[in-house]
């Protein structure tokens, strides 16, 4: 008898030692587990997008977007606007080896010029304006190079626009996009570049104008074109 009991303490032990830790063990992977492969759906990137603090940040980014164009036609008035679009988005993302999915949000802000600045002296100019307010180093363009297809391309970020009082994130992007007569229609939007590339997301604003008619508009009565895409990334949650 003695050794039959001893038997069962044995059982009882190596059942509460081993065995249920390694039940817990396992369901904490489990979960884990689900938690890495079920990303947020696309209701749940809407009640983030729509949530106060998201709305809040989004207008602080058009409000400080607006100010960076309004500072850029006052410094280059020989730009003529046009209008422009805006494609605004919360897309789900996830670090490599990360169990938990992080949301950001970003608003593409393009605005269309009409311009009859002599080509290369017109780029020079808004690559110092960037430059002067403080986006990065000032790129090297190649305006020998034919406008056409892709157009003339100039792009500037700021990773830390922080000490900027008015800028609504940590990370932002000014791209400039240059075409001509001979190019009509623009072969390529600087409004497509606000289409997400990763999903799952949603879409909390979009307005877009038929580029081929804001571009003949411009067009008519300007020796070129050009498209100045501002990017904010202005919201993120973990």
Same mark, same amino acid.
Not at 71 to 85: E, I, Q
């Given at each position: 008898?003695?050794?039959?009991?001893? %038997?069962?303490? %044995?059982?009882?032990?190596?059942? /509460?030692?081993?065995? /249920?830790?390694?039940?817990?063990?396992?369901?904490?992977?489990?979960?884990?587990?689900? @938690?890495?492969?079920?990303?947020?759906?696309?209701?749940?990137?809407?009640?983030?997008?729509?949530?106060?603090?998201?709305?809040?940040?989004?207008?602080?980014?058009?409000?400080? /977007?607006?100010?960076?164009?309004?500072? %850029?036609?006052?410094?280059?008035?020989?730009?003529?606007?046009?209008?422009?679009?805006?494609?605004?988005?919360?897309?789900?993302? +996830?670090?490599?080896?990360?169990? =938990?999915?992080?949301?950001?949000?970003? $608003?593409?802000?393009?605005?269309?010029?009409?311009?009859? *600045?002599?080509?290369?002296?017109?780029?020079?100019? /808004?690559?110092?304006?960037?430059?002067?307010?403080?986006?990065?180093?000032?790129? $090297?363009?190649?305006?020998?190079?034919?406008?056409?297809?892709?157009?003339? *391309?100039? $792009?500037?970020?700021?990773?830390?626009?922080?000490?900027?009082?008015?800028?609504?994130?940590?990370?932002?992007?000014?791209?400039?996009?240059? #075409?001509?007569? @001979?190019?009509?229609?623009?072969?390529?939007?600087?409004?497509?570049?606000?289409?997400?590339?990763?999903?799952?997301?949603?879409?909390?604003?979009? *307005?877009?104008?038929?580029? +081929?008619?804001?571009?003949?508009?411009? %067009? #008519? =009565?300007?020796?070129?074109?050009?498209?100045?895409?501002?990017?904010?990334?202005?919201?993120?949650?973990?």
């Amino acid at each position: 008898m003695p050794r039959r009991r001893d %038997l069962l303490l %044995l059982s009882v032990a190596l059942l /509460v030692v081993v065995i /249920v830790p390694a039940v817990l063990v396992a369901g904490c992977f489990r979960s884990m587990r689900e @938690e890495f492969d079920t990303a947020p759906d696309t209701e749940e990137l809407e009640d983030v997008a729509r949530s106060a603090a998201a709305t809040q940040a989004r207008h602080r980014a058009q409000a400080w /977007v607006d100010e960076q164009i309004r500072f %850029l036609t006052k410094a280059r008035p020989w730009l003529v606007d046009h209008g422009g679009s805006v494609v605004d988005t919360c897309s789900a993302w +996830r670090l490599p080896m990360s169990f =938990t999915w992080s949301v950001s949000c970003e $608003r593409v802000v393009t605005r269309y010029f009409a311009a009859d *600045r002599e080509l290369c002296d017109g780029v020079r100019q /808004v690559s110092r304006w960037a430059f002067s307010r403080g986006w990065g180093t000032e790129p $090297r363009t190649q305006c020998g190079a034919p406008v056409c297809p892709q157009g003339i *391309r100039s $792009r500037w970020t700021d990773p830390d626009p922080d000490p900027d009082p008015g800028a609504p994130a940590r990370w932002a992007e000014i791209v400039t996009l240059w #075409s001509g007569r @001979e190019c009509r229609p623009p072969a390529t939007s600087l409004a497509n570049d606000g289409y997400p590339t990763r999903s799952p997301y949603f879409q909390a604003e979009v *307005r877009r104008p038929d580029l +081929r008619e804001v571009s003949t508009r411009a %067009l #008519s =009565t300007h020796r070129h074109f050009v498209q100045v895409m501002i990017k904010p990334v202005y919201f993120s949650q973990e």
